[in-house]
Nanobody, 122 residues
Framework: QVQLVESGGGLVQAGGSLRLSCTAS????????MGWFRQAPGKERAFVAA????????NYGNSVKGRFTISRDNAKNTVYLQMNSLKPEDMAVYYC???????????????WGQGTQVTVSS
């Protein structure tokens, strides 16, 4: 099972940018679908972005399309989420997840990080 550690969260003003990183341990990273999800207080965990093992295919939630970019470096066992033009509604705990199947459903991701807080001030 892949173990995941996120970093890069913090406080940013609306309109600003942050880059989240998620470093994985284990031998299966390059074959894992990687995803980012987020959960705001009182809300369900929501899909943000996903990327295939090769990095050749990506998908985004509607609310972040055109602003966020997911990428990965398999040599470093790391997946990134570049977040631009941040809005107050982007404020949440962001989780990195690893799965086997190409999916946007949290249920299909088997391994999860501990989460990193992103706070956006207006």
């Amino acid at each position: 099972q892949v173990q995941l550690v996120e970093s890069g969260g913090g406080l940013v003003q609306a309109g600003g940018s942050l880059r989240l990183s998620c470093t994985a341990s284990g031998r299966t990273f390059s074959s894992s679908v990687m995803g980012w999800f987020r959960q705001a207080p009182g809300k369900e965990r929501a899909f943000v972005a996903a990327i295939t093992g090769s990095g050749g295919n990506t998908n985004y939630g509607n609310s972040v399309k055109g602003r966020f970019t997911i990428s990965r470096d398999n040599a470093k066992n790391t997946v990134y989420l570049q977040m631009n033009s941040l809005k107050p509604e982007d404020m949440a705990v962001y989780y990195c997840a690893a799965g086997v199947w190409w999916s946007m459903s949290a249920a299909n991701f088997r391994s999860w990080g501990q989460g990193t807080q992103v706070t956006v001030s207006s």
